[in-house]
């Protein structure tokens, strides 16, 4: 329970160290996007491995968890002191926030239009590539037996015998002398 609870809050804290570039841009710096990951990693280790964790090593996971947040908070700090007041000012207007949620909702709606297009596209053609194939034959050989002619019933032994020494001389017809 404890993990997963870990879990879940690395999940969204990795996912807000992502943001972070997005949304406040003041605030983000170039590897933002490693830490995030990171982070978003820890959190899913945690949320599946809960059944693993019990004891120390949960103890172990708390303590570097506490660790983390507390490192993060400080780096939040360090960068917030390093803003000037008009930026501090103009980060935490209200206005600000709108928009940038604002822009970053037609963003998602923008992609999941294009994911949607594009899983059309690709659905269409792995039914394309999987679709039997049409036969592409131009012509029909011919029988080489007229269709006029009535295939040999057999009503005896014998007449086996004579179809089989047939075959291995096809110029005689078998059934001639003796069917016949």
């Given at each position: 329970m404890v993990a997963t609870a870990a879990g879940l809050l690395a999940l969204f804290a990795g996912l807000a160290v992502l943001l972070v570039p997005l949304l406040a841009p003041e605030l983000a710096?170039?590897?933002?996007?490693f830490w995030g990951a990171v982070v978003l990693l820890l959190g899913l280790v945690l949320v599946t491995s809960t059944e693993r964790l019990i004891g120390a090593p949960m103890l172990a996971v708390?303590?570097?968890?506490l660790l983390?947040?507390?490192l993060g908070l400080e780096v939040g700090q360090g960068r917030w002191r390093q803003l000037s007041p008009e930026e501090q000012t103009r980060l935490a207007s209200l206005e600000r926030w709108q928009s940038n949620l604002q822009q970053l909702s037609a963003t998602f709606t923008q992609l999941l239009a294009l994911l949607?297009?594009?899983r059309a596209q690709v659905g269409d053609w792995i039914?394309?590539?999987?679709?039997?194939?049409t036969p592409t034959k131009r012509w029909v050989r011919q029988d080489p037996t007229p269709a006029s002619e009535e295939p040999a019933v057999v009503s005896s032994l014998a007449q086996i015998d004579a179809l089989l020494e047939a075959s291995d001389q096809p110029s005689q017809d078998p059934l001639s002398s003796e069917a016949r």
């Amino acid at each position: 329970m404890v993990a997963t609870a870990a879990g879940l809050l690395a999940l969204f804290a990795g996912l807000a160290v992502l943001l972070v570039p997005l949304l406040a841009p003041e605030l983000a710096r170039q590897r933002d996007a490693f830490w995030g990951a990171v982070v978003l990693l820890l959190g899913l280790v945690l949320v599946t491995s809960t059944e693993r964790l019990i004891g120390a090593p949960m103890l172990a996971v708390l303590c570097g968890g506490l660790l983390i947040g507390r490192l993060g908070l400080e780096v939040g700090q360090g960068r917030w002191r390093q803003l000037s007041p008009e930026e501090q000012t103009r980060l935490a207007s209200l206005e600000r926030w709108q928009s940038n949620l604002q822009q970053l909702s037609a963003t998602f709606t923008q992609l999941l239009a294009l994911l949607t297009a594009g899983r059309a596209q690709v659905g269409d053609w792995i039914a394309a590539r999987q679709s039997p194939k049409t036969p592409t034959k131009r012509w029909v050989r011919q029988d080489p037996t007229p269709a006029s002619e009535e295939p040999a019933v057999v009503s005896s032994l014998a007449q086996i015998d004579a179809l089989l020494e047939a075959s291995d001389q096809p110029s005689q017809d078998p059934l001639s002398s003796e069917a016949r």
